[in-house]
């Protein structure tokens, strides 16, 4: 009987282990390693609606409006909620979500990614959730470097491509 169930544990770490791995474009989207050296300790820009940016010292608008509010949780639980909302999307669907992480992109078939990379508390699992940023915005010059510490607030959305369903936060607010 214990060997049964020392085989079942071992099976269920294999399984949780090998849960870690995305889809191609997660993938490609959360391969950049994050350096903490490249962060610099200056004023965030902040970047509305109307495009515009401006250094400022404020903090992140209210959490007044804001649904689902990741930088308010721990890894554990920000990474159990990113599950979730790829497990049960439709139930998120039009919610305002705020997340922090570092920003990345990605260049897939002709198209640009823009995304907010979420890591599990060990480090060992990556996810990103892709955002769109409102009003008009060129890459690269508006957009942060490669692993620069941003926050993202938008209005949850999915969308397919191929045959992938994947996660987006749109008419987003990004500070970084």
């Known amino acids: 009987m214990k060997k049964i169930i020392c085989l079942l544990m071992a099976a269920a770490l294999l399984l949780s282990l ?19 050296s490249s962060r610099t300790a ?5 970047a509305g609606k109307d495009g515009t940016k401006t250094e400022t010292t404020a ?11 990741l930088t308010k ?14 497990q049960h999307s439709d139930e998120y669907m039009g919610k305002i979500v705020r997340m922090k992480g570092p ?11 823009f995304a907010c990379v979420i890591k ?13 940023w409102a009003g008009e915005h060129s890459y690269p010059e508006d957009y942060p470097e490669a692993n620069t510490e941003i926050t993202v607030t938008g209005t949850f959305n999915t969308y397919t491509e191929g045959k992938s369903r994947y996660l987006q936060l749109k008419d987003a607010e990004v500070v970084f």
């Open 42 to 46: 200056a004023e965030p820009t902040v």
């Open 18 to 36: 090998a849960s870690c791995s995305g889809s191609k474009k997660e993938e490609s989207a959360s391969s950049l390693a994050v350096d903490s």
């Open 120 to 132: 599990d508390a060990a480090a060992c699992c990556s996810t990103g959730i892709e955002f769109v």
């Open 103 to 113: 920003f990345n992109v990605t260049e897939l078939d002709g198209n640009r990614y």
């Open 59 to 69: 903090e992140l608008p209210k959490t007044e409006g804001v649904d689902v509010d």
């Open 73 to 86: 949780m721990s890894a554990t639980m920000v990474y159990s909620e990113v599950l979730n909302m790829q």
